[in-house]
């Protein structure tokens, strides 16, 4: 008998050899009918695999994203299946899954070509061909027969992986009349596939290599029900409409020049009232935390960033070096933040008793980003971040971590983002040569993470061998109102710069110690951020955030110095908007604040006037009715309170 450890911590009694999908079905046949794979002491194993040994176990189904992975890893088996089938001859380079479906790279043969025309005839032999069921089978292969069957075959992409491949580790997979050189692992049949799409064609040089043949890289994705291959069809429909190029146009919050530069943003006046008041909020919950400002150069000595390694690191991601009259000297755009503040700490001598010191910034960085590359506002070439660093002693690194994480969700409140995970990074236990740093401070750090963590209630999951070769690491993946899934949110330990720098503080023994350094960055980038914002929220800021938050509408000329006077009310109370004075209907000029996105539409007429009142109409919802310009403000005020402090 062998011992199988369950995710929750119960552990059951199997024989040897047992499958996860026996194990699936003693718990229950509905888990049975719905298992996908199974993880292994760590490895995603197929059902079907014998489990010799002790081990920990994870059935996965659909709402895993391992699972999804597996899932769609099967789906590009059976794409290439379909196209073989189709396609007589066709060779096939790698079929990977990625984050939403999976992808096939293949050679169709000389002067044979493959379009959207041709989508809907192989999306139909792929269900005609997931109906038969078919078991994925998995067996092992000499590489001696590996490389006989594809030379046969004469299928010189699989010949050439097959060069890098030890003999020994070798499996084919199988199902229906398709064999494919995979290391799986795969659902148990086909016919879990009810639901199948075909997304995009592109090209693909094979291994990414310019000087090899191009092949034809075909997207699809493939769900288990009909109903999620629609919705998620109606997702990206909603996406495109999102898209914040599309959005940033139309609300003119920013804008890009071929003059100016590839991946250099030019904020116009409605983004950077958006972005001020970004970097307001954050400014005053800094201070309120005790982090205090500096402010450091756009540019800095190569020889600082040699010092922090982010030369090493970023040199071949930068742009080039800037000579000076000066024959040996030169300058770098500057890629981080960080070094410029370890700079900062060492202007004087500290103590531990001034422990910690938060530095933060609103700093600028540049890193040359490939043209293919750049997207928006997502991929740029210059960045803000709102860059904070924390210098600390060990004894101090958990409550310091408490901290930022209430930071980090204080402004996910405030933003609308309900939901997200975050993942724990920590050492690879079983190679700790590739980081610095002793097994003390390693296991303090982990262990303050983790326990910060725990203490906030976060839902987590935890990666062994993430961690940055400097320390471990807390990032948060939040998933935006259409489930896509981001990266916002940072908080990395770091031993490495402290060392780097010489950074020291004297302690309590009179001797010196070295700080620990701890990075985080809330936003993250504010251009990438901004962008996330506005597809998550589809344009429709939070009140708090809002460029202009109120339009007044004049019904006619008549009533412009009425509006001018409910203007001047609502900005000394910071209220920000605007009064439109164009000689338009009243209905025309709703609508195009509608379609701008105000918030708040203040119709004013006659009886307004008369009872120095304003007619509130709210975006997307309608008539709010009548109330002084003194009501509108409490009930905007009140607003704008329970965003913030909830």
Known sequence: MINITLPDGSVRQYQKGVTGLEIATSISEGLARNVLAVKVNGSV????????????????????????????????????????ALYPGIKFGIGPPVENGFYYDVDLGEGKTFSQDDF????????????????????????????????????????????????????????????????????????????????????????????S???????????????????????????????????????????????????????????????????????????????????????????????????????????????????????????????????????????YKELPVRFAEFGTVYRYEQSGELHGLTRVRGFTQDDAHIFCRPDQVKDEFIKVIDLVLYVFNALGFEDYTAQISLRDPENKTKYIGTDEVWEKAESAIIEAAAEKGLTTVTELGEAAFY??????????????????????????????????????????????????????????????????????????????????????????????????????????????????KIGRKIRDAEVSKVPYMLIVGEKEQENGAVSVRKHGEGDLGTMTVDEFIALFQSKIAEMLNN
């Open 471 to 584: 320390g471990p690491k807390l990032d948060f993946m939040v998933r935006d109102a259409l489930g896509r899934k981001w990266q916002l949110g940072t908080i990395q330990v770091d031993y490495n710069l402290p060392e780097r720098f010489q950074l020291e503080y004297i302690g309590a023994d009179n001797a010196k110690h070295r700080p620990v350094m701890i990075h985080r960055a809330p936003f993250g980038s504010l251009e990438r951020f901004v962008a996330v914002l506005i597809e998550h929220c589809g344009g429709n800021f939070p009140l708090w955030l809002s460029p202009e938050q109120f339009a007044i509408l004049p019904i006619s000329e008549k009533y412009q110095d009425f509006a001018q006077q409910v203007y001047d009310r609502l900005q000394q109370d910071d209220i920000r908007g605007f009064v439109d004075n164009r000689d338009e």
């Open 213 to 351: 043949k191009q092949l034809t890289r075909i997207y699809g994705i493939t769900f288990p029900k009909q109903k999620e291959l629609t919705e998620y069809l109606e997702r990206l429909e909603e996406a495109k409409k999102r898209d914040h190029r599309k959005l940033g146009k139309e609300l003119e919050l920013f804008a890009f020049s071929e003059k100016v530069g590839m991946g250099l943003p030019l904020w116009l006046p409605k983004g950077t009232l958006l972005r001020e008041r970004l970097e307001q909020f954050m400014r005053k919950a800094q201070v309120k935390a005790g982090y205090q400002p500096v402010v450091t150069p756009h540019i800095g000595s190569k020889e600082l960033y040699v010092t922090s390694g982010h030369y090493e690191k970023y040199g071949a991601d930068s742009f080039q070096p800037i000579k000076t009259p000066n024959e040996n000297e030169e300058f770098l755009l500057k890629p981080m933040n960080c070094p410029h503040h370890c700079e900062i700490y060492k202007t004087r001598p500290r103590s």
């Open 45 to 84: 194993w197929d059902l079907s695999r014998p489990i010799e040994e002790d081990a920990s176990v994870q059935l996965l189904t659909w709402n895993d994203d391992l699972g999804k992975n597996t899932f769609w890893h099967s789906s590009a088996h059976l794409l290439a299946e379909a196209l073989e």
């Open 120 to 211: 809907a005839k192989v999306e139909q032999k792929m269900l005609e061909l997931a109906r038969t069921k078919n078991e994925y089978v998995r067996q092992e292969v000499s590489k001696a027969d590996a490389i006989k069957y594809f030379t046969e075959k004469g299928d010189q992409y699989k010949l050439d992986l097959l060069q890098d491949l030890e003999d020994g580790t070798i499996t084919f997979y199988t199902q229906g009349n398709f064999v494919d050189l995979c290391r799986g692992p795969h659902i148990p049949n086909t016919g879990f596939i009810k639901a199948a799409k075909l997304m995009n064609v592109a090209g693909a040089y094979w291994r990414g290599d310019e000087k």
